[in-house]
């Protein structure tokens, strides 16, 4: 199949275009038609390929990347999902491994060699030209999730020397063996950070002027351990291509560039929904291809937290039977009561731990968002109460039972507020991640006081023993 037998683009969506390649593909492999499957991926973008790629049974995998030229192997394997890549490794012969890693960005490679077994790292980092491998043992002495483990040394830096019509020269002779060509960095004799030039100032610029008179001297720039969230955020606030990365000696050691960056910013989204669901997963690991078992395992941890947790809820009615006995119908919005706490408590939690993931609430600090999830908690609990009181009037036809359930559930979702704005500020300064602890302890605290306040609130509403 040859291009013109693709539908253009503008006929149908990206996604549908996608869709087409990979069941195409299939068709044609499956067909062993294995010169129309290399047609049909002549035109197709290296992402789209790879997502293709990633969408046929295991064993057309292989096939499939053979197809390519080395060149598009090199470049469509670099977007490969990590368990697909080690698949493909161990299904390659020795040379083909060591032609595709030893021409990969370090960046890249660092990255799959964190997904590998040690001992295939061991290997691989051997059969790398010298260059890739110093190149690559840099990046991996640095720790995991920092600036230097993520970064790239693959970028253009020059003396403030240089006119800018060398530059550009210089610019054409460099640009295939550099990752970023928009920003150029200027340092010293030492590699000391001294500036950065845009493309655009360049462009911009007279032939005769030096890159010194040109040059942004206010630079920003990340320390080789400064955590990649870091780097995330300083990149989205000043709208960078790259951010440049120094040692501690302030030496210029690599970039990081906006494509790593929402890898990242993938990733930590991905780890922080995965906390918010027990920490069933890490953010790079893909879970649906995970096994039943592990799944099992990481989930169960927390089922037994809240398990514990409602057994202490159960002791606490089976405490109340008395009050029960006099007056049955107020075990009936028990579940109501404590279900809306629980909503309320998330809700709170969700909104405080986004904003310390995104720094938007670090300027109110922590006694001012608690007060206001508060003031939120307490005219959310009134509307919510507020209805929950008709509504147990019409249900029961005693106005006291309601009451009581209408104020309980005002004092609950007061509550539950407060501890679900309060608990990721205690955990995150205890050295915890917010998001995987917060959940069962909102719970503990909704099912466990709510209950409680419950019960004291009917007990004195309806002056019962």
């Not at 904003?355 to 919510?384: H, S």
């Amino acid at each position: 199949m040859t291009e013109d037998q693709i539908p253009l683009q503008t006929t149908i969506s990206r996604s549908e275009l996608r869709q087409l390649v990979r069941t195409q593909l299939q068709m044609l492999l499956e067909q062993n038609n294995l010169q129309g499957a290399k047609a049909l991926l002549v035109p197709v973008q290296p992402v789209d390929i790879a997502e293709a790629i990633e969408g046929l049974p295991e064993a057309r995998q292989v096939i499939a990347f053979r197809l390519l030229s080395k060149a598009e192997a090199i470049e469509v394997y670099e977007y490969l999902d990590s368990s697909v890549q080690q698949a493909l490794i161990e299904e390659f012969k020795r040379q083909e491994v060591i032609d595709i890693v030893d021409n990969m960005s370090p960046d890249d490679r660092v990255r799959l060699f964190d997904e590998l077994p040690a001992k295939v790292v061991r290997r691989l980092l051997e059969q790398l030209s010298p260059k890739e491998r110093q190149a690559t043992a840099q990046l991996l002495g640095y720790g995991a999730d920092t600036a230097g483990r993520i970064m790239t040394p693959q970028y253009i830096s020059l003396k403030e020397t240089l006119s800018v019509g060398d530059t550009l020269e210089r610019i054409r002779s460099l640009a295939n063996v550099s990752e970023m060509i928009y920003y150029l960095y200027v340092t010293d004799a030492a590699r000391h950070l001294k500036g950065i030039v845009s493309l655009r100032d360049l462009v911009t610029a007279q032939p005769q002027q030096t890159l010194g008179e040109i040059m942004t001297r206010d630079v920003v720039y990340v320390d080789t351990d400064t955590d990649q969230e870091e780097v995330a955020r300083l990149i989205q606030r000043y709208d960078l291509l790259a951010v440049p990365v120094v040692d501690r000696e302030q030496r210029l050691v690599g970039i990081v560039t906006v494509d790593d960056v929402i890898d990242i910013l993938e990733q930590e989204t991905t780890e922080d929904i995965y906390a918010l669901g027990g920490g069933v997963q890490s953010g790079r690991d893909n879970y649906f291809q995970t096994s039943l078992i592990t799944v099992a395992r990481k989930r169960v941890v927390w089922l037994f937290v809240l398990l514990l947790t409602n057994s202490v809820t159960a002791t606490i009615i089976k405490s109340q039977e008395a009050l029960l006995q006099q007056m049955a119908i107020l075990a009936a919005f028990i579940p109501l009561l404590t279900g809306t706490g629980g909503n309320v408590g998330a809700q709170s939690s969700t909104v405080v731990i986004r904003g310390l993931n995104t720094d938007e609430i670090n300027d109110l600090g922590a006694p001012q968002v608690i007060f206001r999830e508060a003031l939120a908690g307490a005219l959310l609990g009134t509307i919510l109460g507020s209805v929950a009181t008709v509504w147990a009037y019409w249900l029961e036809g005693n106005f006291f039972v309601a009451f009581s359930v209408g104020v309980s559930l005002v004092a609950i979702a007061i509550l539950a507020s407060v501890a679900g704005s309060a608990l990721p500020f205690l955990f995150r300064s205890m050295g915890l991640d917010p998001a995987l602890m917060s959940a069962p302890f909102i719970t503990t605290a909704v099912d466990v006081l709510g209950v409680l306040i419950y019960f004291n609130i009917a007990r004195l509403v309806l002056g019962l023993s």
